[in-house]
């Protein structure tokens, strides 16, 4: 009798979005878990990811963090939810891609234990829906504050369909004035695209 692999690992709409769920061992106790395993992660999901930080926030209920993207130095991210639970998105700004402009999708908490693995390329954010969230993510490239761009979170054309019942999202400024979809189209179609 073999046993169960370590992760599941479960395709997502748009190609190189990935659900992770780990193996969790539980008794009476309480549970043990592997957050990440390079060996186990690579096996499952044929990459070599390569992470080189790990980052972790913590945001209250109706906060959404976002929709955030590198343009020369793209960061590859497994997110995932160490307390409270988040509504976690990823939009494809992969030059080239059949899904540029698709976005996905995916509830991440303490409770479900997935994981999302967004591949470089891609803006990320999350909503959060309990009363705090703290999210940890691991990333493929390090933080450069000049690489750091927002795609504004509520773009008509994206019309992602985040599950607000608080009202209007509590934003920074940042991501307040994050830029149109049609303005991250244009300038990724100019001669400036790295």
């Known amino acids: 009798m073999t046993s169960p692999p370590p992760i599941k690992v479960t395709p997502s709409a748009i190609p190189g979005v990935l659900l992770i769920?780990?193996?969790v061992f539980g008794?009476?106790?309480g549970?043990?878990?592997e957050s990440f395993n390079?060996?186990?992660f690579e096996a499952a999901t044929g990459l070599a990811a390569g992470f080189v930080q790990d980052n972790q926030s913590?945001?209250?209920r109706g906060v959404l963090r976002g929709l955030h993207f590198q343009r020369r130095r793209p960061q590859g991210k497994l997110v995932r939810v160490i307390a409270g639970t988040v509504f976690d998105v990823a939009v494809d700004l992969r030059a080239g891609s059949p899904c540029f402009g698709r976005w996905v999708g995916?509830?991440?908490s303490a409770e479900n234990r997935r994981q999302l693995w967004i591949p470089p390329g891609f803006a990320h954010g999350f909503l959060v829906r309990s009363e705090f969230a703290d999210v940890v993510y691991k990333v493929t490239d390090?933080?450069?504050p000049a690489d750091e761009h927002a795609l504004i979170w509520n773009d008509h054309r994206l019309a992602i369909a985040w599950p607000l019942d608080t009202g209007a999202p509590l934003l920074s400024e940042k991501d307040r004035a994050g830029a149109s979809f049609a303005m991250?189209?244009?300038?990724?179609?100019g001669p400036a695209r790295g």
């Open 106 to 108: 995916q509830e991440l």
């Open 184 to 189: 991250v189209e244009s300038e990724m179609a």
């Open 58 to 60: 913590h945001s209250l």
């Open 142 to 144: 390090y933080y450069d």
């Open 27 to 29: 008794d009476a106790r």
């Open 31 to 33: 549970h043990f878990f």
């Open 21 to 23: 769920e780990p193996r």
């Open 38 to 40: 390079a060996r186990d």
